[in-house]
T-cell receptor
Framework: AQTVTQSQPEMSVQEAETVTLSCTYDTSENNYYLFWYKQPPSRQMILVIRQEAYKQQNATENRFSVNFQKAAKSFSLKISDSQLGDTAMYFCAFMRNDMRFGAGTRLTVKP | GAVVSQHPSWVICKSGTSVKIECRSLDFQATTMFWYRQFPKQSLMLMATSNEGSKATYEQGVEKDKFLINHASLTLSTLTVTSAHPEDSSFYIC?????????????FGEGSWLTVV
């Protein structure tokens, strides 16, 4: 089964600064999808960004962008111009036949 | 956009009783639904994958006789926790897709807090 690893349990960043969250995964598949989800205290899962493995171009969504390194099986999330509302748990997820999550990174944006 | 509704949001039940949680896709046909369990300050752990009209595929370590999953229609999947015990208390969340292998969007329900007393 595929595994997803997030090695940063907690991170903090100053408001308006940039932060990068790391994610690596292990798979023998060639076609799959990768996601970053945000989970605020409400526990609602909010899709931040997705990446198709067959696309070489890194996905971007406004202040959020990824660095997808397929050969290295790495999928990091960069948040630019961090805002207080970005404070939440962030989960990296791998999807092929099902969706599996990393352990999560608790991000705190400080004023 | 598409929405997945999960009900109830909160439920308290007595030890030994059974409780059912529903997951509905409101405006799309969910061929596949997933059930997760999330302990405090932990990640979402996949419990089972449910395909419409088929028996659910359970993850290793998940008791299929205790966590009954039914996906009888393209818009509804249910998770029944049978003979609940306090250790079953947790946050349960479902997600649904109209096509996982084709990369169709996964939509999450709002989650259900189960407390067994």
């Amino acid at each position: 089964a595929q595994t997803v690893t997030q090695s940063q349990p907690e991170m903090s960043v100053q408001e308006a600064e940039t932060v990068t969250l790391s994610c690596t995964y292990d798979t023998s598949e060639n076609n799959y999808y990768l996601f970053w989800y945000k989970q605020p205290p409400s526990r609602q899962m909010i899709l931040v960004i997705r990446q198709e493995a067959y696309k070489q171009q890194n996905a971007t969504e406004n202040r959020f962008s990824v660095n997808f390194q397929k050969a290295a099986k790495s999928f990091s999330l960069k948040i630019s111009d961090s805002q207080l509302g970005d404070t939440a748990m962030y989960f990296c997820a791998f999807m092929r036949n099902d969706m599996r999550f990393g352990a999560g990174t608790r991000l705190t944006v400080k004023p | 956009g598409a929405v997945v509704s999960q009900h109830p949001s909160w439920v308290i039940c007595k030890s030994g009783t059974s409780v059912k949680i529903e997951c509905r896709s409101l405006d799309f046909q969910a061929t596949t639904m997933f059930w997760y369990r999330q302990f405090p300050k932990q990640s979402l752990m996949l419990m089972a994958t449910s395909n419409e009209g088929s028996k659910a595929t359970y993850e290793q370590g998940v008791e299929k006789d205790k966590f009954l999953i039914n996906h009888a229609s393209l818009t509804l999947s249910t998770l029944t926790v049978t003979s609940a015990h306090p250790e079953d208390s947790s946050f349960y969340i479902c997600s649904a897709s109209s096509g996982v292998r084709s990369g169709n969007t996964i939509y999450f329900g709002e989650g259900s807090w189960l407390t067994v007393v």
